[in-house]
Each structure stands twice: as C-alpha cells, then as structure tokens.
C-alpha cells in the first residue's frame, strides 16, 4: 500500500487556494449586527477555515482556503465565536491523528518512496507535544549524592580553618 504524502494547502483543487489579494479576504470576525445571513456566513466561512486546517494543520493555508484574514480566526477563538475554539480543537486533533496514522503506515509498509521520516517525528512532535515530545527522566542520583558530599566536605574544611557556619 503507497504512502500518502503529508497534507498541504498544494493538494487542494485549485478552485479552493486563495491569491494573497487582500481584497480576496472576507471580514467576519466581528459581529456587526445579529442578522442571521451574517452569522451564516460567518459559520460558512469558520467550517472553510477548520475543514482546510483539519488537512494542512496551519492556520497560512487554511486563512487562504476560507479567504480570511488571520485576525479574523484569532477574534473567533479569543471570543469562541459560535464554538469555535472547541471546533478548533478538534481540527487540530484531526490533524495530529493524520499524521500518527501516515506513520504507522510507514512502520506496516516501510517500502517505497518514505519521504522524510525524521521531518515526520518533528511534525509530530510540533503538533502534539505532550505525546511525542522527548522527556529526560534522571534516574541515577550519583550526581546528587557526589554534591553532597562535596559540599559536606567543604563545611568541614572551614571549621578546620577556623571559620564558622555562622
């Protein structure tokens, strides 16, 4: 089974990439009135933004799919406009178990063209920290314990010398 490529706005069809045009963005951050039609639009445009950031992960890519601007998607978290932080989230996750998936493809089928395993990791490793970051646990206290009586060592030194702790 081929391995599919990490996902990048690249792999959208060319009707949903944005031109950098800042007349191309829409605004729709705020609420100017409580007419239904803009918080359709406003909904419309949010479900864009985290359907595209579901397959890309960034928020560049999935600004452009949507054809809105970046503050436009942080005033909806700040505010959670609609839901959005927790709709948000979960794209974010989306993503995170994309990436976990392409590689544990890799580990069944590691034949083929892999791409770059060790990018991979770092990309896991970005997204989703608190599973794949590398932890240090210090197991050996030889260290401490050397430390300490060096320091021991050192207060008996300078009560020899007639200093005193005081």
Do not use: C
């Not at 989230?89 to 998936?101: G, K, N, Y």
């Not at 770059?116 to 990309?123: E, T």
């Amino acid at each position: 089974m081929p391995t599919k490529p990490l996902p990048s706005v690249d792999m959208l069809p060319p009707a949903h990439k944005a031109s950098n045009a800042a007349t191309d963005t829409l605004d729709l951050g705020g609420s100017p009135n409580n007419s239904s039609s803009f918080q359709n639009r406003q909904r419309e445009a949010q479900d864009a933004f985290l359907k595209a950031y579901s397959k890309t992960g960034t928020t560049r890519a999935a600004i452009a799919v949507a054809k809105i601007g970046r503050t436009t998607v942080y005033d909806w978290d700040k505010g959670d406009v609609q839901g959005f932080k927790a709709r948000w989230e979960d794209a974010r996750h989306t993503f995170r178990e994309a990436l976990e998936e392409d590689m544990y493809e890799l580990l069944q089928n590691p034949q083929g063209n892999r791409g770059s395993d060790v990018l991979r990791m770092f990309a896991l490793k970005a997204v989703w920290p608190d599973k794949y970051r590398d932890t240090v646990i210090v197991t050996d206290d030889t260290a401490k314990d050397l430390l300490a009586k060096l320091r021991g060592k050192g207060k008996r030194d300078s009560k020899v010398d007639g200093q005193s702790d005081a």
